[in-house]
Structure formats: structure tokens, C-alpha cells
């Protein structure tokens, strides 16, 4: 088969999940990116030549084409070249900008959502509730429960739901965890969903009783500064390192030396909530017990007391306790990590979310014909 995958940026940092899509699907993949007039396909920038994009221009003013013709144009032509089978748009906020594209190729459309883009009020509203984009796609694929539910409430037709929650890298099953160190990893965006400061809080309420305890938090984002500021604040600069953005050997180290993974997810007031955040499977899958929230996918795959301790969002005193407790007792983030590693690869494996994906494109192919 030939997949054309469309995506709006070209490999960002974070989305290891999309880049999984790109290098194991089966059969050869055209990698579109970009958003509106910038759609190019890697490996060969522009869709079309310069004299034949200014042809186009000249066509578009003399028969008053309208807006997105032209764009259109040049993809469903590259489409066309490269005898493409199937498309898989990530995003469901993606699909919506080019969903005249997707219409107008009459080929089988799987659209993945991931997380703002089913949740974000704003988002959801400016796509009219997905109409469009739910009637013109084959298959829709929801990366969590709660997803599912939501993604039904607005209209999308229960035949078409699919849920196929992400994999991590197979690097990360290789890790075997020494609990060495009384050491605490968060790693991701600094933004309002993943609440930082809340983690931050939480680690605070019990660092006097463990002052050789250290929370590491990599990445970047808009709360990066106001986290710097309440660590400041806490006095808690020798117990609380902000890494910055690393890279995913880096973070395999940390998981190596930690004895557990932090994460405090909330829904934002914009409606903002997580898929399944990849690194969460990522801690899991590597024997490292995970202390989060009941938000979103997170309860899908992390079991309560027996692969990793849960609380619910804005309860920061039940996130210390939790802390507390593996701090405090390193056989206990032993026996949940080795549960999680357990759980992750009989459930959840990189492997298993792209046979699913590999399934439905045979599928949606093989239905088409």
C-alpha cells in the first residue's frame, strides 16, 4: 500500500507517537506536512514546480478559483503521482483544514485524534463539532476512553470509532530500574493540562522529611518561569532541577537511576486534557511506578495500587502522600514498577497500537475497491 500521512509540522520533539506512524506502518509512506498554501511532502519540499505553481495562480485569478483551490490542486495532483491508497491524518483540528482535500480525493481517510484537538472548546467549536470531518473520514481513532465518550457526544457515528491507545518505543523496555536514588522524574510541556506547579506543590509538603529527595522536570513551555519562580519561592532550588527540553536517551538514564514517574494532569479552563500521554507508558513499560491523576487515558493504563498510585485532579496533599509512600518504602515502587513493565507489554505495546493501525488500513483499502 501507499499511505499518505498529513500532519500540520515536520517531526516536532514531542510527537514521538506520529514519527512511530511514519517508520513502522506497513507498505511505503508519503509524509505530507504543513499547513495551509505550505503543504510539501518530504523528501521533495514544493508539490510542484515554480512555473507550474504561477500557471496555477494565473488560473485561480482568471476563473476566480476559489480560496484553497490552488493548494487543493497541487496535492490531490501529488495524490494522484503517487498512486497513493489510504490517508491518515493526524489531528482531528488538521483533518477540518483539509478536509476539501480529503473530500475531493475519494480515497479511504483514517483521522487520528490525540488529545487537544478532541477537547480544546475553542478547537471543537471552530470545526463545527467535526460534521464534516466525521462524515467524509472512513475510521476515527481515540487514543483514550474518555476520548471515545467525548468524541461521541459531539456526533461522531459509534461505527467509525476505533480506540487504539499509543505504544512506546521498544527502547524503553529494555530498562531495568535500580531505585538507587530517592529521585522523582516529570518530564513534559510546561502547560496548563499538565499542571506543573501542582507537582511542584506537591513534592514541597514532604521534602523537609526527605531532604536528600530530588524532583527532576525536563522540558519547556509558557509555566517554565512561574515554576522556576515557586521553586524559588519554596526554597526548594537544591531539591527541584529543571533539565530543559532532552532527548529520549536521556530520559531513559533518569528512568534508570528514579524511583518513580510524576505527573499532575488537570483539564485547563480551555477545555485542554490529555490522550494518553506517551510518556507516562514510556515510565511504565520501563518498571518505573507512575504517580498521577485520573485524567484522561492516564487511568486506562495505569492500575491504582498495583501499577502505580492515582489521585484525582487539585488533590495535591494526596499526590505528596503518594509520593511519600514510595519514598519511604522502595520495595513498594519496586512491586508496582515490575507490575507496570508486566502490564504494559501484555496491553499496550508500540507493536499492537500499529497492527491495529496497519488492520484498518488494510481494511478501509480493501472496502474501497
Not at 47 to 61: P, V
Not at 118 to 145: G, P
Not at 190 to 209: G, L, Q, R, V
Request: proline residues 3%.
Amino acid at each position: 500500500m501507499n499511505i499518505a500521512i498529513f500532519t500540520p509540522s515536520q517531526n516536532p520533539y514531542s510527537e514521538t507517537f506520529i514519527q512511530a506512524h511514519k517508520n513502522y506502518l506497513k507498505g511505503k509512506v508519503f509524509y505530507y506536512y504543513g499547513e495551509g498554501q505550505g503543504i510539501q511532502l518530504e523528501g521533495k519540499g514544493a508539490l510542484c514546480s515554480l512555473t507550474k505553481h504561477r500557471w496555477l495562480i494565473l488560473q485561480a485569478k482568471a476563473f476566480k478559483w476559489a480560496k484553497n483551490k490552488v493548494r487543493d490542486t497541487k496535492v490531490l495532483t501529488s495524490l494522484k503521482e503517487n498512486k497513493i491508497d489510504a490517508i491518515l491524518v493526524e489531528y482531528g483540528t488538521h483533518a477540518h483544514n483539509i478536509r476539501s482535500i480529503l473530500k475531493a480525493s475519494q480515497l479511504p481517510i483514517i483521522v487520528h485524534f490525540h488529545g487537544y484537538d478532541a477537547s480544546v472548546y475553542d478547537a471543537v467549536s471552530r470545526c463545527n463539532q467535526y460534521k464534516e470531518v466525521f462524515a467524509v473520514a472512513t475510521k476515527i481513532i481515540a487514543v483514550s476512553t474518555k476520548m471515545q465518550q467525548m468524541l461521541l457526544a459531539i456526533g461522531c457515528p459509534k461505527h467509525k470509532l476505533v480506540y487504539n491507545v499509543y505504544g512506546p518505543q521498544k527502547e524503553f523496555e529494555s530498562i531495568q530500574p535500580k531505585f538507587t536514588k530517592q529521585q522523582l522524574v516529570a518530564i513534559g510541556r510546561f502547560t496548563d493540562k499538565k499542571a506543573p506547579y501542582y507537582t511542584i506543590m506537591a513534592f514541597k509538603s514532604i521534602a523537609n522529611k526527605f531532604p536528600n529527595a530530588k524532583l527532576l522536570m525536563a522540558g519547556s513551555g509558557t509555566l517554565l518561569n512561574a515554576c522556576k519562580n515557586l521553586v524559588k519561592q519554596f526554597k526548594l532550588e537544591q531539591q527541584v532541577l529543571f533539565l530543559g527540553i532532552i532527548k529520549p536517551e536521556e530520559y531513559r538514564k533518569l528512568l534508570t537511576e528514579s524511583l518513580a514517574f510524576v505527573q499532575h494532569s488537570v483539564r485547563a479552563d480551555n477545555g485542554d486534557m490529555e490522550g494518553t500521554p506517551l510518556a507516562v507508558l514510556e515510565a511504565s513499560v520501563a518498571g518505573v511506578p507512575v504517580i498521577a491523576t485520573n485524567h484522561a487515558g492516564i487511568p486506562d493504563v495505569i492500575l491504582h495500587n498495583k501499577t502505580g498510585l492515582l489521585c484525582e485532579e487539585h488533590e495535591v496533599e494526596k499526590m505528596a502522600q503518594h509520593m511519600q509512600q514510595l519514598l519511604a518504602n522502595t520495595d513498594l515502587a519496586k512491586q508496582l514498577g515490575t507490575a507496570g513493565k508486566e502490564h504494559i507489554l501484555s496491553h499496550y505495546t508500540v507493536q499492537r497500537h500499529i497492527e491495529v493501525l496497519d488492520e484498518l488500513m488494510e481494511q478501509v483499502h480493501h472496502n474501497s475497491k
